[in-house]
């Protein structure tokens, strides 16, 4: 997938199934002559079930199929036998989804854990079969239960953490680049501003096992906060991000100019963007030499104070692995 991988909120309808008949069956039997009711239970109607499943990051797979429903309970047949269950049906959902109820905005569930299942809907009971109704005065009882309905619902998915880490920069900053090479994603590349038109999200790989979620989203210009550009569709998304990455190019006229503007328009956008852990990467480096890159660096650190800030290339490679041990350091403070 290359563009719009990046799906965190998304509309279904969910059924469950509806519970069998109870059979109103009477034994018959040759040289049986009073067989009494032996009609089976119904099955139950099949359940819809969240499941949680840490490696799904996002909500794609619900862009093309958003109704789903179970299967129904079987009816009861004679000899008691019971009808077969409806098949339950399983919705795979990444960690950090939140569940409401698209009527109210009711939440009604998250799933947290890899493996956690929920029920959603659950499947009508099964009726019960005409040989439980015997009794003494009625031993051939030519009623059974009928089985209960399904339900159905509109829910929405919700993914609450999207990614850890969020790409912030101007067009052409070079952001999609550091995703290509730090993540198997392959976002558009061009030398043109808004060549990213949707997030991007891909999985970085930290040292042998570990790993952490890194989104590109397009470029935010000055303005963004009060639409300008496309940023600001997407700002909301790094609401999500626990880390900001500002990604400024190393042949700004500018860099802490550019990263003043970029935060403002964060914080025209939400206030509380600033409270997140940022970093601030000089991105192709490999445009410096090494004496421009350590002029560069006196200047940026006297006018950049308490930000961290660090040289990258995703041309050349510099500095990205020193880049992932700072963000994996801040990820797990
Ligand atoms: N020299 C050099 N060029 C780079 C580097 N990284 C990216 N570029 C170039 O910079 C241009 C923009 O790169 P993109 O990755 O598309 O930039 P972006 O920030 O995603 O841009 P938008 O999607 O438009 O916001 C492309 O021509 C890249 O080849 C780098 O490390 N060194
Ligand atoms: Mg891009």
Redesign the pocket.
Known sequence: MTEGNFVDYVKVHVASGNGGKGSTHLHREKYVPKGGPDGGDGGRGGHVILKGNESLWTLLHFKFKRHFKAGHGEHGSKNRSSGADGADVYLEVPLGTVVKDSLTGEVLMEITENGQEEKIVEGGMGGRGNWHFKTSTNQTPRYAQPGIPGQERDITLELKVLADVGLV?F???????LLSVLTSAKPK???Y????LKPNLGIVKYREFKSFVMA?I??IIEGAAEGKGLGHYFLRHIERNSILLF?IPADSTDVSQEYMILLNELKNYNPELLDKDRLVAI??A??LDEELMEEMRKEVKKDLKEVPFTFI???SQFGLQQLKDTLWGLLNE
């Open positions: 920069g067009p052409n900053a070079g952001k999609s680049t590349i061009a030398d501003p808004f060549t990213t590109d397009p470029g990604l991105s192709k490999d445009l290339s995703s041309v």
